[in-house]
């Protein structure tokens, strides 16, 4: 077995801590990867605090995983040690279902492994994910990462990356659309980049007016304070599409109002609470559509860090040690944060002499 070091969440009440444990051995299909930095996901603190109601402990979190190809199994074709490598939400799927046929893991009928907090199908128990400082997982969900790319500002690109590119590439977004990012968070700060990069005219919805000077720099083309009727009101029946990333129960009805005839708003952002019921009249009547997005499949999440790379896009970032995770997350809730924590696993050596 392979010793690993990282840090755990015990019970929803205690802090994340110092944690030994192991992994298996690389088999003939495993990439085994030296973990150099991981991106902290507001979907790790739900899952560290049991606010999913679902967590196995000791949890180690974790989704956002950059490292360095230490040992490749014997049919490993497509790595090689000494590569840069990540590794995202999925760890494994059953590869055999129509959803994972068409390269949409995501969506595997029977579930995907998530990197932690699933069902490990190869040691039995369950899944620890990147705050920590190595990984092994089968080739088929290792993802390459150019070295266009700066390596801790990627690791974000893994969720926050692949989550907004999804619904933007599946919608058909590009050059001449109009494109709606509604909050400029984690997520909302990618789909700003993203969607200006695919030549969409970028209208970034806030309730910050703040937060104007920072849409603008990332790409925005227009900046809406969402509290304002005004505003609203001069943006009716004319966007192609908006993609809305907030995670709190908010009116839809605001927004849909904003798309012309077809037009399309999805949510990947996923609240607590439902969000109150929109009224039918806001679909109906311009034939909107709204619908949800869920990360994305292996190949087109290769396809997305091609395509950063390719425009030079990354995340905005934190850089922090692992023993600061506590104080991110809670940070994290009161969203300050520019626009995500990553953590430098090399301040994992620190806790070697104690674990």
Known sequence: MLTSIGYAAHTAETPLAPFTFERREPG?????????????????????????HNTIYPSVPGHEIVGRVTKVGTHVKN?????????????????SCPSCAQDLEQYCETGFVGTYN???????????????????????????????LDPASAAPLLCAGITTYSPLRHW?????????????????????????AMGAHVVLFTTSPGKTEDALRLGADEVVVSKDPEQMAQHVNSFDFILNTVAAPHNLDNFLGL??????????????????????FSLIMKRRSLAGSLIGGIKETQEMLDFCAEHGI??????????DINLAYERMLKSDVKYRFVIDMASLAKEKSTA
């Open 172 to 196: 058909k977004v590009s050059k001449g659309h109009k494109v709606g990012i509604v909050g400029l968070g984690g997520l909302g700060h990618m789909g700003v980049k993203i969607a200006h």
């Open 314 to 323: 990354t995340s905005d970032i934190e850089l922090i040690p692992i023993q």
């Open 28 to 52: 003939p299909h495993d990439v085994q990867i030296e973990i150099l930095y991981c991106g902290v996901c507001h979907s790790d603190l739900h899952t560290a605090r049991n606010e999913w």
């Open 118 to 148: 699933g069902e490990d199908k190869h040691s039995g128990g369950v899944t620890l994910g990147g705050y920590s400082n190595n990984i092994v997982v089968s080739e088929k969900f290792v993802l390459h990462i150019s070295d266009k």
């Open 79 to 95: 790595f090689k040690v000494g590569e840069m490598a990540g590794v995202g939400c999925m760890v494994d799927s059953c590869q």
């Open 259 to 280: 798309l012309k005839l077809d037009g399309s708003m999805t949510l990947v952002g996923a609240p607590a609470e439902p969000h109150p019921s929109p009224n039918v």
